[in-house]
């Protein structure tokens, strides 16, 4: 694939990390960031991000800062918004991208959650606006949900997931555009279980945790839960169901543990203590060990 022009806006944790996927690939990348002090230090950003992974950190100047919106995505081939989870504020920056972007330009959204046919909403021409998920961080991670909506051309869909399969990335096509598209309705099903049995004592939250890594957790990455119930028998799986199913929590909104902790202040590491409580060491300790874990994965792939 030709090397494209890649407009990006938001240099957050995602913009960025989008960004140096294209870069490392060849494309050019213009991302806007309205943060000054962030905005410079873009770049060697992702220079010391390519180095600490062993690669070349000259692809970092592939990409290039703009303070505005029009100079980040006026000759873009492709648009990707990563603003913050707001979808007031992720509406009035589609419509801007619609009005600067070249015609031609592919326009997605980088969204958690939010439907991506309320983001596109205002949009005049919703033919080339799409989802694109991509989780975090986004040059480690080999996945990303690509999001449908009704209103999406076949072949923009398919435009999309050609450049991010050229990337080396791993696009996997969503067809209905419902909250949470794959990955973390996934997730998110899981974590309410998980909160429901801190919440009904059935153990402590550091037990949860371990439950999860050293059982079903060491098989994930490379058993699917559906490989699984395969493995194990689609027998096997209902008679599991018929037993545990009407035990889950399937309570519809957020259980009341998580609300109280958030109302009491406890919002995780970042104020010392959540579900667990943390010490500053614990915590390096905890981001040390997942960067550990990425970069071997990563690395393997790359032999
Ligand atoms: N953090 C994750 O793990 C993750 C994973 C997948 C998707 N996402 C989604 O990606 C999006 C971005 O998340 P993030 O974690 O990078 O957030 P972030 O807060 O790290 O970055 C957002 C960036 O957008 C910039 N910004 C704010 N207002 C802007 C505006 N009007 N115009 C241009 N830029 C503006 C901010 O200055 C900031 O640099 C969100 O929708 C989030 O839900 C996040």
Redesign the pocket.
Known sequence: MTHQHIGI?????????IAQAFAVAGHRVDI????PD?RAKIVDLVRRNLQELGLDGTAADRIRPCDT?EDAVGHADVVI??????LG??Q??LVAIEAAAPPHALLA??????PITRIMEPLRDKSRAMGT??????YQIPLVEVIQTADTDDAAITAMIDLLTSIGKMPVHVRKDVPGFIG?RLQHALWREAIALVQNGVCDAETVDAVVKASFGRRLAVLGPLENADLVGTDLTLAVHEHVLQDLDRTPGPLPLLRELVASGRLGMKSGAGFRTWTEAQQAEVHTRLATHLQRLDSHERE
């Open positions: 806006v938001g240099a957050g944790l995602m913009g960025h990390g806007q960031e309205p943060d962030r919106l918004e990563a603003v913050p989870e707001d504020l992720k009035r920056i959204s980088n969204t958690s959650v939010i998920h991509w989780w975090n961080p986004p973390n």
